[in-house]
């Protein structure tokens, strides 16, 4: 498997903090590394710090591409209806609209919006414009900071799973999908239709209401409000969040049309982080959405002033070096002939003089590639797999008590087994019944060993891919 990014999605919770970590490939995401820490709002910063970056540490994972999600609660989306013409100046008209909420310094917000859609024929923008009080993200901010952690883009964990639900979902014109993200006390659901989040609401959970009786109750809520066409209808809910497989078991059969998420967005995990995967949903669509090439709504509340490029030191100095170095060729074609024969002396003593840097700084772009080849070579040690392992286990675990091998080959997937025992003919229905072994058969002939009586086998099959 090649793995092309590495991204860490962060979701702050009412009271928990949920990281997930997701390599993304060609064929999509895998969710390798999953951490809770619950009550992170009263745990002890230094601790606390402690414990997250030993988790980065020992699964080596990088920070410089992390996404984090702030609640649902501290946001608010408007969308606003615009005039066409408004299109080229459309970045200063969201400002003026969002100052139109700010009665206050106190209630001023940081914003970004997503353009939903642009219809030429009533030459109207419909533009969603999300925004958060400075102060509550100003204090995530700081947190994260105390944490070690500097996140490359903020924003809603209702967006980044309304983005991961549509991404290669097509037909979405005409059709209204409701996701319902559980927490563990509350319920917030998000109704899409045409491909437009047009309703969002988080809802607390008492305890004397079950989660059938709240689902459906904010289910005849949010219809009511988005009034529906005649004869239109939901298409499908689909669950995500901690109590997701609880609520699953509870209106499944009152609702047909419902399925997890994990269902309806194929997401890889390995056999640790699989059960994960729904309470994790909101923190792999986080880290998700920045590996996604066309996001349906590419929204980043983060602060100008603390946006960071990656840059790569190792080669600014030779940039700038061969920038003065250009800078002096050009003007040796600038002067006139007289001079000509000065500026060559110039350059070529100036030439000798940062010939030695040059050549250090070649010297470290050099070792610095040298490094990359060692650290990605590391790191696919680590990414491999020996199937060897997992093919002796299978073997001592199936093979009869009596039986025993003395020759064991896998050649590129193609195993042969020899060996001794009570019934060779036993051991292939045995075998077949593997799950990663397949096209079990004899090669050549079961012979009787006169030492022990048992019979002489050899055994060949394929590893299931």
Known sequence: MIYLKTTIGIELQEKDMVLSSLQGNFSGGSLTHFMRIPDYRNRDTVEL????????????????????GIPRRDVLFRQLDLPAEVADNLKQVVQYQVQSFEPTDEDSYYHDYALLDSSSKNKRLHVLVVMVRKSILDNYIQLLSELGIQPAAVTCGTLAL???????????????????????????LIVVHDGIPVYSQETAKNDSLSWKDLVLKELDEATSRIRLAPGSAIEEIVLAGDSSETVYGEIREAIGECTLLKDAVHFKSSEETRPYLQQAATAISLAYASMMRHPSFKINLLPAAFRFKQTRWAYISAAVLGLIILALLAGLFAHGRIQDRELVQVLDEEISRIKPDVAEILDSQSQTEELEKEINFIESLFRSKDMNLYVLQELTTMLPDDTY???YRNQEGSITISGLGGSASDLIPLLESSPILKEVAVRGNITRDNLTLKDRFTIIAKLEE
């Open 49 to 68: 710090r402690q414990e997250i970056q030993a988790f980065l540490k020992n699964n080596i994972l990088g920070k410089d591409n992390i996404v984090l």
């Open 162 to 188: 309304t983005n991961v639900f549509q991404q290669n979902r097509k037909k979405m014109q005409d059709k209204t999908y409701i996701l319902a993200n559980t927490a563990a006390s509350s319920l917030e």
């Open 405 to 407: 091998l003395y020759n």
